[in-house]
Structures are given as C-alpha cells and as structure tokens.
C-alpha cells in the first residue's frame, strides 16, 4: 500500500506530509507551561490604581446621593481570573459627603478605608470624623476609631467610643448607629451628656 502511495505521490511532497505531520503533532501536544492551571496568589498586588479619584453616586431619579473623594485607591482582585464577592479596594483618607434635599450634608472623613461588596460597605479607620454644618443647629461633629458605613443606604455604625459634640454639649458613648439621611441617631450603652448653657 505504502509503494503504491509513493508511486502516485511525487517524492517532494512527501517530505512536505511527513513535515507537516510532524508541525502539526507537536503543535497540538499539550504543553506543561501553557496547559498549567492559573492559581498564583494576587492578593498582594493592586488589580489597579488610580489617584486623585472622585465618584458620584446617584438615585433613580438623578439626584445626587453621595460623594467619594481619596487621593488615591488600590483594587485587589483575590483570583486572577475573574472578579469575586470577596475582592476589596483600599481608600487612602476617604472622603464621604452624603446628600440629602432636605437638609445639609454629612461628611464622614478618616485615615483610611476599605470598601467591600462592590462599594455596598465601606470600613473607615483612624480618626473617623462624622460633621455636619446646618443653618438650625450649628456644627454637630461625631468622633470615633472605626465606622462601618452602608453609603447608598446613609446609614453607618460602630461598636467603638463615640464622642459627639454640638453647640453646648458633649455626649459620649460606647457604639452608635446613624441613619444620616433622616439625621435619627442611636447610641447604645454608657452614655454620658454634659450640657453647658449659655452665659
């Protein structure tokens, strides 16, 4: 069979069959360096950076719910494929201002942050300042060591010391919850207020 193959097929081409079938063989082999599964660990390295960022979110109906200003972020993506639930960005000195038709805008600012859930939550550490300026009631700022804030909700909380102070008076207290866009407030245990009137 082979010498009646050879009879029909000119001698050149058979050198370029046995080529190709050999380019070909070794082509489609699988190869230990491409066909290795990606499972480096990424979590160490930003999927990106970005600095000087200022976002904004808004309603249904257009209106402006809430700001977002760092000088700089840095998303990490935990597997290098795809994206995940428990990826996370690290905001350095988050600025939050949460807007409201009816009343002055809160601002919640601190040394870092870290967003989570898609920026659903976002954990503030380090000097977390929570301050609004009105017209009715003057400045009214919250301290605090670490909030966790729920921005498209305006509703944030801690379990940490709180040290509220406005006008004529000081109220501290161990943990809080805030809904911010209807400015109702809950402290939890050992508050203590000091109120100092007028002279």
């Known amino acids: 069979m082979l010498k009646k193959f050879i009879h029909y097929v000119p001698l050149p081409w058979i050198f370029v069959i046995l080529l190709a079938s050999f380019f070909f063989g070794f082509s489609l082999s699988p190869n230990p360096e491409t066909t290795k599964e990606i499972n480096e660990d990424t979590s160490?390295?930003?999927?990106f950076y970005m600095k000087n960022v200022t976002t904004s979110e808004f309603d249904v109906n257009g209106k402006l719910r809430y700001q977002l200003a760092t000088p700089s972020?840095?998303?990490?993506?935990?597997?290098l494929n795809a994206p995940g639930e428990n990826d996370y960005t690290l905001i350095e000195q988050p600025s939050l201002i949460f807007h409201h038709e009816d009343q002055a805008p809160w601002i919640i600012k601190a040394t870092e942050g870290r967003s989570e859930k898609n920026g659903a939550l976002i954990h503030l550490l380090q000097d977390v300042v929570i301050s609004q300026h009105s017209t009715q009631q003057g400045l009214v700022q919250i301290t605090t060591e670490s909030l966790l804030a729920k921005?498209?909700?305006?509703?944030?909380?801690?379990?940490?010391?709180?040290?509220?102070?406005?006008?004529?008076?000081?109220?501290?207290?161990?943990?809080?919850?805030?809904?911010l866009a209807a400015s109702r407030?809950?402290?939890?245990s050992q508050v203590d207020a000091v109120y100092e009137p007028r002279r």
């Open 44 to 47: 160490g390295f930003p999927q």
């Open 151 to 179: 921005p498209l909700e305006q509703f944030v909380e801690t379990d940490k010391a709180v040290k509220i102070t406005a006008e004529q008076t000081q109220i501290d207290a161990i943990g809080m919850s805030a809904d």
């Open 73 to 79: 972020i840095s998303h990490y993506q935990l597997h």
């Open 185 to 188: 407030l809950q402290l939890n």
